[in-house]
């Protein structure tokens, strides 16, 4: 009897010709159900979904297991493990000589807003092009569940020992000292995650994504403020986000009045249907003042926080050429003799 063949169906490929398995690192060590191996499918989700070519990509991080991820991600794309803490000005540097790269650090709660808060804040403040990840449980959880200095006041390790001191907010943090595109999201919410996300590939400058992310081995029980149930019933999301790339011709009609549109620097659009009424992200001010509100009243709100697409970043203030400095030829990049001669001649 003759067979009928079988044929192989095409791999679905985005615009640029690749499929969603060349945006995929290597298997993951971490902990089944950890909420940070949800974090990077959403990752490999957006860069594949936004066509972002992954040799582009710098993946950064410092220590702990949220550092160790970008290992789980997009492996053609460039890695550097830092030391802890210290990955903002690893970015830096990679950035101010490589502008042409996009880069997505991924740190902890631990990384950034213990060891890591002096760079953290200066990397803020500079609005440096970079998509900044933490991956937000409250604990360092490679040490084996120490609060870090995102635990919520009260709340309790599985030891039993509360946490007695305030939070640090590292979203009202980021605003005041100038991200340009901020939020708050949770692992588990894997629609809202992939919409900030890609929202944050269109963006230029900084995007501080603060992502609420269980540790399941050290701070997903009872009275943990960080587990999946909490989080589960406390997310309080202040819009729903629809994410429009520039490449995809929509023309969507929206309420002004329910909706806030924002267009991002590539075209981009960010519509943040209104969940709580009056919220304007492009208010700084306002943004704070909410977030300090939600402290008070023990919320967790999730969303876009802050956005402005048109504040210069550290390249316009810099002045940097258009022509990566890391490809300059050396005839450019090195003084000549005369000029290493005027300044000695300056020095005497
Ligand atoms: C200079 C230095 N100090 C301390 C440590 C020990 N250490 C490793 S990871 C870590 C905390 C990690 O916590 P976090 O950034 O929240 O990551 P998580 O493991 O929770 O994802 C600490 C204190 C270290 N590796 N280097
Ligand atoms: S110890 Fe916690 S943070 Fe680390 S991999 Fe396991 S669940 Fe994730
Ligand atoms: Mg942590």
Known sequence: MATTPTSTPTPKTNRIGLTVLDYRGSKTTLCAGCGHNAISERIIDAMYEMGV???????????????????????????FNAVHGRMPSVTTG?????????????????DTASIGIGQFVHLMR?????????????VYGLTKGQFSATADLGSKLKTGVINDLPPIDTCAMAIELGATFVGRSFSGDKKQLLSMLKAAIAHRGTSMLDVVSPCVTFNDHEGS?????????????????????????IDVDYDPGSTVQVTMHDGSRLQLHKIEEDYDPTDRVRAITRLHEAREKGEVLTGVFYVNPTAPTFMDVLNVIDEPLATLPE?????????????????R
């Open 53 to 79: 070519p992954p040799e582009r990509v710098i993946k950064p991080s410092g220590i702990g297991c949220s550092s160790k991820t970008p290992a789980y991600f997009m492996s053609r794309a460039h890695s």
């Open 94 to 110: 990679a950035v101010l000589a490589n502008h042409k790269l996009m880069a997505l650090g991924v740190s902890g709660d631990g």
């Open 126 to 138: 500079r609005n440096l092009p970079i998509i900044y990840i933490i991956e937000d449980n409250g």
């Open 225 to 249: 403020t960080k587990s999946y149930k909490y989080m589960k019933d406390h997310e309080e999301p202040i819009q729903d986000i629809n994410f429009i790339p520039a490449f995809e011709e």
């Open 331 to 347: 005839s450019t990049v090195r003084p000549g003799r005369e000029v290493l001669e005027q300044v000695m001649e300056e020095l």
